[in-house]
């Protein structure tokens, strides 16, 4: 069965800070991977995902995340945070011809100004 | 502006009372999914569907049942709720394809009293 381990739960920055959020996935096979946010308030939405070609994949508002294929690992990335990137993220994965998407435990940022 | 409705956005119950969460797309997706969803914890798949008439029970033990007779709808019934169900319950939608990622709804707050 695949599972996902986002080590840290929050993280603290400051505005125009860099931002690396880890994310681990364990599944032998091929996979698709996701990262989602939740904005206080709001519904979760997708940020990006990565299924083929270049590893290194952007998403919406500056964040990107490189799929290290070796390390099982789909980090997430931004290089100057704002303070409206305060939110929860969330990791995801599923194996290739599977539906089933697992999610990680989230990770809380709080983005001071 | 996400395309999936869920309703109540709150809910307090008695313990016993049956309730029914509601849950619609306008997205014509043929994948439905049920998710709890508590702090600090993954999104745990309680419910899912493919199609019309087709249901199928997640990875997370539920007392819950769903339906699906309509493409857009895809309820979700507590007979006899319980403060064990306390919980925030998502919904979210997909399209065929296994890489295209959820579409979440605003989820309802569920406490059971």
């Known amino acids: 069965a695949q599972s996902v381990s986002q080590h840290n739960h929050h993280v603290i920055l400051s505005e125009a800070a860099s931002l690396e959020l880890g994310c681990n996935y364990s599944y032998g096979g091929t996979v698709n991977l996701f990262w989602y946010v939740q904005y206080p308030g709001q519904h979760l939405q997708l940020l990006l995902k990565?299924?083929?070609?270049?590893?290194l994949v952007k998403g919406i508002k500056g964040f990107e995340a490189e799929f290290i294929k070796s390390k099982f690992s789909f980090n997430l990335r931004k290089p100057s945070v704002q303070w409206s990137d305060t939110a929860e993220y969330f990791c995801?994965?599923?194996?290739?011809?599977?539906?089933?998407?697992?999610f990680g435990t989230g990770t809380k940022l709080q983005v001071i100004p | 502006e996400a395309d999936i409705y869920q309703t109540p956005r709150y809910l307090v119950i008695g313990t016993g009372k049956k309730i029914t969460l509601e849950c619609s797309q306008t997205m014509g997706h043929d994948k439905m999914y049920w998710y709890q969803q508590d702090p600090g914890m993954e999104l745990h798949l309680i419910h899912y569907s493919y199609g019309v008439n087709s249901t199928e029970k997640g990875d997370l033990s539920s007392e819950s049942t769903v339906s699906r007779i309509r493409t857009e709808h895809f309820p979700l019934t507590l007979e006899s709720a319980r403060p064990s169900h306390t919980s925030q319950y998502l919904c979210?939608?997909?399209?065929?394809?296994?890489?295209?990622?959820?579409?979440f709804g605003s989820g309802t707050r569920l406490t059971v009293v």
């Open positions: 990565y299924f083929s070609g270049d590893p």
């Open positions: 979210a939608s997909s399209a065929m394809t296994e890489n295209d990622g959820y579409t």
């Open positions: 995801a994965v599923n194996a290739r011809g599977y539906q089933k998407v697992t």
